[in-house]
């Protein structure tokens, strides 16, 4: 995005309280705050923070979506970025947490600002996961979601090529989480496989929900997978790379999609080879200036032509809970 442009998108961060504990940290980008568009949540996804979304100079998915009239709202999840505390070596945060607290809080904190007005989510990576787990279990009971998009997300990794699961099984499962042992926590930018580190209970679900093909909260042990298949998911848009033969190939994603059952859901694949720019990877999909020109304005013409009536708040004692939590 042009710095012209730039300077025409507001921008302010505010923080979310989750409960009495932990503060998420959100930036907005919108054109008009008092005139804004649809709101957007931007989830994020393993040792990574909100900033997979945009860059501090004007590029990025953020940026761009504010500048096509859209209210987007980054998280950074628990422990990362500008949320507080920080992580550290004493850090607890798990899975259920992140599902359960983290992002009903999130969800909550723009119907405060936006009323009760339809929303997207985007997400990358794991932050798909974590969407998708919640909107399974609890669906629109907060606030109705217009529509998810999902770049490179997968949960379960099928068993792949010498180099997958060499990556998967050898380094993340086994390396990284040896390495905690010794620091507390995941250090995932000391070993520059990130940009931000994870606590390990954390990134020791995450991993086990990667090489498992069960889909089971490690606390309660509800059955994400179950509620999936009974839940309406919203119109869907995903992007894989070609090129992304690990963190987020092809075959893991069309299998996630199949995993959230019957919906309306479309996968682009880039590829140079498909018609895209370049090939892009895993983290550049999102980063990577082409992308603007490439599949940005895909992404943008798809949220342009989705339905204008949406399902009304959902009504059931366990989704209630959840909204007066």
């Avoid at 501090?56 to 709202?73: E, K, M, P, R």
Wanted: overall charge positive; some cysteine.
């Amino acid at each position: 995005m042009h710095d012209k442009s730039k300077q025409q998108i507001h921008t302010e961060s505010m923080m979310v309280s989750v409960g009495a504990g932990p503060q998420l940290h959100v930036r907005r980008f919108c054109k008009d705050r008092f005139a804004p568009g649809k709101p957007v949540i931007m989830i994020h996804g393993l040792v990574e923070d909100g900033h997979i979304f945009y860059s501090n100079n004007g590029s990025g998915l953020a940026w761009y979506l504010a500048g096509s009239g859209y209210d987007v709202y980054v998280a950074d999840l628990r422990g990362k970025g500008k949320s507080w505390p920080g992580l550290n070596a004493k850090s607890t945060d798990t899975l259920h947490d992140a599902i359960n607290a983290d992002l009903p809080a999130l969800q909550k904190a723009i119907v405060r600002k936006r009323g009760p007005e339809a929303q997207i989510w985007v997400s990358h990576a794991w932050g798909g996961v974590l969407a998708s787990s919640y909107f399974a279990r609890y669906g629109q009971s907060i606030a109705p979601v217009q529509a998810m998009v999902y770049f490179g997300t997968r949960r379960y990794a099928q068993p792949g090529n010498f180099r997958k699961n060499m990556a998967l099984k050898g380094f993340w499962q086994r390396g990284l989480l040896l390495a905690s042992r010794f620091s507390g926590y995941v250090p995932a930018k000391k070993m520059r496989v990130g940009s931000s580190n994870e606590a390990r209970p954390y990134f020791s679900q995450c991993m086990h929900w990667t090489l498992n093909k069960e889909w089971v909260d490690p606390v309660d042990q509800h059955d994400y997978a179950l509620s999936a298949k009974t839940r309406s998911f919203p119109p869907s848009l995903y992007f894989a790379s070609e090129r992304d033969t690990v963190y987020g190939c092809p075959e893991d994603i069309r299998a996630f999609v199949a995993s959230l059952g019957a919906h309306d859901g479309r996968l682009i694949v880039l590829s140079k080879r498909g018609g895209s720019a370049k090939d892009y990877g895993h983290v550049d999909m999102l980063s990577d200036h082409s992308a603007e020109e490439d599949h940005f304005p895909v992404l943008r013409d798809w949220l342009g032509g989705l339905p204008k009536q949406f399902e009304s708040v959902e009504d059931n004692a366990a989704t209630q809970a959840v909204a007066q939590a």
